[in-house]
């Protein structure tokens, strides 16, 4: 009789791991809310820039929050750390440049240019270098058949910049076209489509 009543009072071992599940589930949800909490800061500085009008500084600071969500520095920054960068951070960031900038600037426009121009999955997949030269045309990254990266510092920081044109300095990269694959495939695979 003593066994019995033990089996009845000891839960069966779905039960423990249901119920473990649970808890895993419940911990996962608020250390996701702890972290929004704290995405708040990330991002203050960033929306000061934009609210501002200082497109220049807003860019750098872009560049700031998405080697700090990753934990690298831009000399380190691989096409590889770009499958890691949360698509939320990706999306708060494009929110706010489409905001104070009258839907001109963001990740979201620049991959619908990214399409206008002919671009596509498939041609991310062929790194077909063609489509990211008319794209560069478009945003105003390339003038007269050569990339302006060099020439960063005197470009347009204005409303009056190409559509497109921002956030810009983050795509730089050792890495080239490379890293310009990667980050549009990443913007597609976190539906930055607008």
């Given amino acids: 009789m003593s066994e019995s009543l033990?089996?009845?009072?000891?839960?069966d071992l779905a039960e423990i791991l249901s119920e473990l599940h649970s808890l895993r589930n419940k911990v996962t949800?608020?250390?996701e809310k702890l972290k929004l909490v704290s995405d708040i800061n990330r991002y203050s500085q960033l929306q000061e820039f934009l609210k501002a009008g200082n497109f220049k500084e807003a860019d750098q600071e872009t560049s700031r929050v998405i080697l700090d969500a990753v934990n690298r520095s831009r000399d380190d920054?691989?096409?590889?750390d770009m499958k890691q960068l949360p698509c939320t951070i990706l999306?708060?960031?494009?929110k706010l440049w489409r905001d104070y900038?009258?839907?001109r600037f963001g990740f979201s426009i620049q991959l619908r240019l990214y399409t206008e121009v002919g671009g596509s999955l498939d041609t991310l997949r062929a790194q077909?270098?063609?489509i990211l030269e008319k794209y560069g045309d478009r945003v105003g990254w390339r003038k007269n058949g050569k990339w302006q990266g060099d020439n960063y510092p005197n470009w347009d920081f204005s409303l009056s910049a190409p559509e497109?044109?921002?956030p810009a300095i983050w795509w730089k990269s050792p890495y080239g076209f490379k890293m310009a694959t990667f980050c549009f495939m990443r913007l597609i695979e976190c539906d930055l489509t607008k």
Wanted: zero cysteines; glycine letters at 8%.
């Fill in 91 to 94: 999306q708060v960031i494009d």
């Fill in 29 to 31: 949800n608020l250390e």
């Fill in 77 to 80: 920054l691989t096409p590889n």
């Fill in 101 to 103: 900038s009258s839907d």
């Fill in 164 to 166: 497109g044109s921002f």
């Fill in 128 to 130: 077909n270098m063609g």
């Fill in 6 to 11: 033990t089996q009845e009072n000891t839960p």
